[in-house]
């Protein structure tokens, strides 16, 4: 009997093994691939913090441009009530290289900051970016004519880029 119970899970012992030979195969082929796919994951993660964090600190500079310059504006009008010629050519001279890391914030991000202004601010922003020396309003003394209130306007329109690059930088780290 017993023997026979031997010869009958012989003859049954085949079918499984190539069963289980089969199961191993296609698990080891699934694990296979779940393990790439998991690869794949980690590696767009990472690419995503990578983006991430170059986003992040684009804005974090691109809102400390925004910030000097606003600054570095309102400034100068403390600047009007100094005679010294070097301190306005100074203040100027800050200007203009603030005014091209705005723009270098314009082109990162400004996008949608552009989109809410209004035809007119656009321009005065244009304009302020070609020349922003021009804003100064230590320039106007300089020159014995009245300070217009077109650096008011583009203080104005610097903060509100500024309050974009603020909300956007706290919506962006949440």
Do not use: C, H, W
């Not at 069963?19 to 998991?38: C, E, F, G, P, Y």
């Not at 290289?97 to 949608?112: D, E, I, N, P």
Request: charged share 25%; aromatic share 4%; hydrophobic share 40%.
């Amino acid at each position: 009997d017993k023997l026979t119970g031997l010869k009958a899970t012989v003859e049954e012992l085949p079918p499984k093994i190539d069963m289980l030979s089969t199961q191993i195969r296609t698990s080891t082929q699934d694990l296979n691939s779940n393990k790439a796919t998991v690869d794949k994951a980690n590696a767009i993660r990472a690419q995503q913090r990578t983006n991430f964090e170059e986003d992040n600190a684009s804005l974090t500079e691109s809102l400390a441009a925004v910030g000097g310059a606003i600054t570095a504006l309102n400034s100068s009008a403390s600047s009007e009530m100094q005679s010294t010629y070097s301190s306005l050519v100074q203040t100027s001279d800050s200007i203009v290289g603030l005014a091209a890391g705005v723009s270098k914030a314009l082109q990162r991000r400004g996008s949608l900051a552009l989109s809410k202004m209004s035809k007119g601010d656009r321009m005065l922003l244009e304009d302020f970016l070609k020349d922003p020396s021009r804003f100064v309003r230590g320039n106007a003394f300089l020159q014995r004519a009245e300070p217009s209130g077109s650096s008011s306007q583009i203080v104005g329109i610097m903060q509100a880029i500024a309050d974009d690059f603020a909300e956007d930088l706290q919506i962006f780290r949440y």
